[in-house]
């Protein structure tokens, strides 16, 4: 028999830093979840992506067990990683932070093709360049 779900918790935490600490504390806490526990299992099966930060869904079953799904870094994270940007711009379309190459672009696509829904890498290379627009960055 399949355990009853309680709730779905999304949150977007450093990989292998997550601590009992908010928002990750309050948020499990709530549902009487064994806080530790899961920040030890986070932090095992994100270690390699250590700098990232990596969105994560969390199923809550009433009988206070956890299961949970990593995603893929958001999109602008990882454009701010590959252009060593500090933050989008305030302005986009008026105030450009600078700019990355398409072979960067396509790097980005591929790393978030699982979660994107198309299996097409062109097509993630522009959702990617929307992203880049929508922070100020170009794409040569």
Do not use: W
């Amino acid at each position: 028999m399949a355990k009853k779900i309680l709730t779905v918790i999304k949150l977007q935490i450093p990989a292998g830093q997550a601590n009992p600490s908010p928002p990750v504390g309050p948020a499990l806490g709530q549902h009487g979840l064994q806080i530790q526990d899961f920040c030890t299992k986070f932090n095992n099966a994100s270690k390699d992506r250590m700098g990232d930060i990596v969105p994560v869904e969390i199923t809550v079953y009433e009988d206070r067990t956890f299961d949970f799904i990593m995603k893929t870094t958001p999109a602008a994270e990882l454009i701010k990683k590959i252009g060593k940007f500090k933050k989008g711009s305030g302005k986009a379309l008026s105030e450009k932070i600078g700019s990355i190459t398409q072979a960067q672009l396509k790097e980005i696509a591929e790393i978030k093709m699982p979660d994107l829904n198309t299996n097409d890498v062109e097509q993630a290379m522009k959702i990617i360049a929307g992203t880049a627009r929508q922070m100020g960055v170009e794409v040569k």
